[in-house]
């Protein structure tokens, strides 16, 4: 059920529970985008819980914001230098993500906005499977990956059928031609409705592993994600926040709960879109005829050009449907 303005505001300034905590001593947990903002307060969650040892994966001060996370090769060798050096991953949470009104393309030739918060985030997760399963079997638990979304997805009533039918759809959706000022005063809302998609599939692919994946809002936070807003934008979303924010820390304990949370009194977590410390429906075009069909066409899509970056991810999906 798509949720009302009224429903939001209910939500926003409603009291935030308590940060759910557990004991994390001994295990690994990598927190990508974890310099500042949400990420940060989620590291220091973890940090309290005495976890053994916690990665932090971000992007590079020194090189600029477009810099390491947009590079597929910095992922894979970040992937590849984890599994080498640490013998387990019990939680994997995926909060790197920008917003741009801009069109800028990466090094890799995408959209920059489209490879940070999806395609990177999916290679990743992907990669680092093989030691999330390791982590599973050896110590008989079930490894979590938490991939951040938004409400926003809510915003999104659709995808453009053009990019759903077109013959190669990530291309068209990534493309100048197609990126005008209109699409991209949207594209938050796209690649966090992405996000969405690339959880159900994954959680999908991964059903008969212990590995659950689920997807995450922490809500309207106060952030600097939108430094690149207009200053008639900046003005509106000052106002917003000081109505109806979340701080950055009561936003963490949203990804906390997503990570730690237990499939207790039917409470199903797999491919699930988590708010508020709570499994929610998503939007209702994610979970219609169109929606489900253009999940599946760019997840074929997202799999195919990422394969093409690095041919485990073929690999590793191959052996995970066998």
């Given amino acids: 059920m798509q949720?009302?303005?009224?429903?939001i505001i209910k939500s926003q300034r409603a009291t935030v529970p308590p940060v759910l905590t557990a004991d994390l001593s001994g295990k690994t947990v990598i927190v990508t985008g974890g310099n500042g903002g949400i990420g940060y307060e989620t590291v220091k969650h973890f940090a309290k819980m005495n976890a053994g040892n916690i990665v932090i994966a971000c992007r590079s001060r020194e090189k600029g914001e477009a810099a390491v996370a947009?590079?597929?090769?910095?992922?894979?060798?970040?992937?590849?230098?984890?599994?080498k050096e640490e013998e387990r991953l019990d939680i994997l949470v995926a909060n790197a993500s920008i917003a741009t009104f801009d069109y800028r393309t990466t090094q890799d030739g995408w959209e920059e906005t489209l490879q940070v918060n999806n395609l990177s985030t999916l290679l990743c997760c992907i990669l680092l499977v093989p030691i999330l399963l390791r982590t599973g079997e050896q110590f008989k638990s079930q490894p979590r990956i938490v991939i951040v979304g938004s409400g926003v997805h809510y915003y999104q009533s659709g995808l453009d059928e053009n990019v759903i039918h077109a013959a190669d759809p990530l291309k068209m959706f990534?493309?100048?031609?197609?990126?005008?000022?209109?699409?991209m005063a949207t594209r938050y809302y796209d690649s966090k409705l992405l996000s969405l998609f690339i959880t159900?599939?994954?959680a999908e692919v991964l059903k008969n592993t212990p590995i659950i994946a689920n997807v995450v809002d922490p809500g309207f936070c106060y952030s600097d994600l939108r430094r690149e807003a207009s200053r008639i934008q900046q003005f509106a979303f000052k106002m917003l926040e000081k109505f109806m924010a979340r701080t950055t820390e009561e936003g963490s304990r949203q990804l906390v709960?997503?990570?730690l949370a237990q499939e207790e009194g039917g409470l199903k977590l797999r491919g699930a879109y988590v708010d508020s410390m709570a499994v929610v429906e998503p939007s209702d075009y994610s979970i219609s005829h169109k929606g489900l069909r253009a999940q599946e066409v760019l997840w074929a899509a997202m799999v195919k050009?990422?394969?093409k970056v690095d041919s485990r991810m073929t690999h590793i999906l191959n052996?995970?449907?066998?």
């Fill in 257 to 259: 709960w997503a990570a």
């Fill in 3 to 7: 949720p009302s303005v009224i429903d």
């Fill in 70 to 83: 947009t590079k597929f090769s910095s992922v894979v060798e970040f992937c590849d230098k984890f599994q």
């Fill in 200 to 202: 159900r599939s994954l």
């Fill in 305 to 307: 050009e990422l394969g």
């Fill in 319 to 322: 052996s995970l449907s066998t």
């Fill in 174 to 183: 990534s493309s100048a031609e197609y990126c005008k000022k209109s699409v």
